[in-house]
């Protein structure tokens, strides 16, 4: 019964538009001194957004990707799988294996650095800027703290979880006090999750495809 409310649910995420497409770009541009090569600033700029086709795809991918403890979700179903399935343990293992890299492997991460220090006041705004690195994905070097970063995967939880699914009181409190580009790149993040979400769906749908055509009986 749930791996056919699974592959019912897989097929209405397979429907969006959006399944295979890469999320639009963050752009930054630099402000250097000639003299000194000194970072002056820096605009983040959001690739444009569809909000009405990612947010249904989120919503739609909400049981099988984002709720851990639904039944339907991929690792409750791998698992069902593989305790009913000796010989697909491992497979099944593999998928949940997939799943948490997936969701803890950022994207990207940022870091809110506190106010800004005296002397910078007159060159910087509120919400500038000042920082950013760039590494291949799973990749950080020793000197980056993953743990002081928040990660993309916490600020999609954040959104969905204060503007999209729940009006949760503390993260809604969180997010009122966000600076707009911390907003927009939680947005990006939420949109780059559904899209990759949507391949791990894919995945899980055409193995037990696979193992309906190879004659299991789920």
């Not at 997936?102 to 940022?110: C, D, E, I, Q």
């Not at 950080?140 to 699914?165: C, H, I, K, R």
């Not at 947005?187 to 894919?202: P, Q, W």
Request: proline letters at 6%.
């Amino acid at each position: 019964m749930r791996v056919s409310h699974f592959m019912h649910l897989a097929e209405r995420v397979a429907s969006s538009p959006l399944v295979g497409t890469t999320p639009p770009t963050l752009t930054a541009a630099f402000t250097f001194d000639p003299d000194t090569g000194a970072v002056l600033g820096a605009d983040l700029t959001v690739g444009d957004q569809n909000p009405d086709a990612w947010e249904l795809l989120l919503t739609r991918e909400r049981s099988m990707v984002f709720n851990e403890t639904d039944p339907v979700h991929i690792t409750k179903i791998a698992s069902a799988i593989g305790k009913e399935h000796g010989g697909l343990r491992q497979a099944a293992r593999e998928i949940r294996v997939r799943y948490h890299a997936w969701k803890n492997s950022p994207l990207f991460g940022v870091r809110r650095l506190g106010p800004t220090a005296p002397e910078d006041l007159e060159r910087l705004t509120t919400g500038n800027l000042i920082n950013m690195a760039a590494y291949p994905v799973g990749q950080f070097p020793p000197e980056v703290d993953l743990g002081a970063m928040t990660s993309d995967f916490e600020l999609a939880q954040l959104y969905v979880n204060s503007q999209l699914w729940h009006a949760d009181p503390e993260k809604v409190a969180v997010w009122n006090e966000m600076p707009d580009i911390l907003k927009d790149l939680a947005r990006k993040a939420a949109e780059g999750r559904a899209i990759t979400g949507a391949t791990l769906v894919h995945v899980v749908a055409g193995f037990i495809k696979s193992c309906r055509d190879n004659g299991y009986d789920f």
